[in-house]
């Protein structure tokens, strides 16, 4: 029930993970840029390599420090029909990633929420956000995976140990019969042994009495002229 549960909640989790995206501003290598960005529950570890491979299909992407990704005339048909400045970077507060994403034209002209192509952008992250959650999804099934393993090791180590208590179970028993008719086994001895012993006071009895005739007739045989 309780593992029901769990894969409820987070399917129900992975079904939240719809875009949000809003207009702001980030602080990028000393400088403010504008754009639009989204926020998802998903380690940033998750993230920058599939969205560095997201960003790629717009031009070469050059990374750098604090997950800071480049794209210099970059070529976003949903944006403009000409390069453009692509600037992004991903933050981690609070358990949740933000993704940012910064496109510019010349005489620093930003997307932002009142420029027309806002959509565009906005559809972009929504895209993005897709792709992590279908990769989340086979996270999960493969952690599933991971649990059933672990289970079933831990269930094939229980069996083992069960067999071996078994095994040493049957050989105490043996050992115990054994003892049992080792002690069978003295006891009718000991038994044979007490009525031998028996049999022997009485013919040492019998002859005590003999003996004792035989030094009483002695002794008249004495006393006679």
Not at 27 to 51: F, H, L, N, P
Not at 87 to 103: A, C, D, H, M, Q
Not at 179 to 201: A, G, P, S, T
Request: glycine share 4%; aromatic share 6%; with cysteine.
């Amino acid at each position: 029930m309780k593992k029901l549960c769990l894969v409820f909640i987070l399917l129900i989790s992975i079904q939240s993970i719809r875009a949000q995206v809003f207009s702001g501003t980030q602080e990028i290598d000393r400088a403010t840029k504008e754009g639009v960005y989204t926020t998802v529950s998903i380690e940033d570890k998750y993230i920058k390599q599939s969205w560095q491979n997201e960003l790629a299909k717009y031009g070469i992407v050059e990374v750098g420090r604090n997950n800071v990704f480049r794209i210099t005339g970059a070529r976003i048909s949903s944006i403009s029909p000409d390069p453009v400045m692509v600037v992004s970077k991903i933050t981690t507060e609070r358990g949740r990633s933000k993704i940012f994403l910064s496109i510019g034209f010349g005489d620093e002209v930003y997307v932002n929420g009142s420029h027309p192509k806002y959509l565009a952008a906005q559809k972009i992250l929504n895209d993005f956000v897709e792709v992590l959650k279908r990769h989340e999804e086979v996270r999960i099934e493969e952690k599933n995976v991971e649990d059933i393993k672990t289970r079933q090791l831990k269930s094939v180590t229980t069996s083992d140990k069960l067999t071996r208590a078994i095994e040493n179970n049957k050989k105490e028993k043996d050992r115990l019969l054994l003892k049992i008719e080792e002690n069978r086994l003295e006891l009718e001895r000991l038994q044979m042994e007490v009525e031998q012993n028996k049999k022997d006071q009485l013919l040492m009895n019998e002859g005590l009495v003999n003996q004792q005739k035989k030094v009483e007739e002695a002794k008249l045989k004495l006393k006679k002229p």
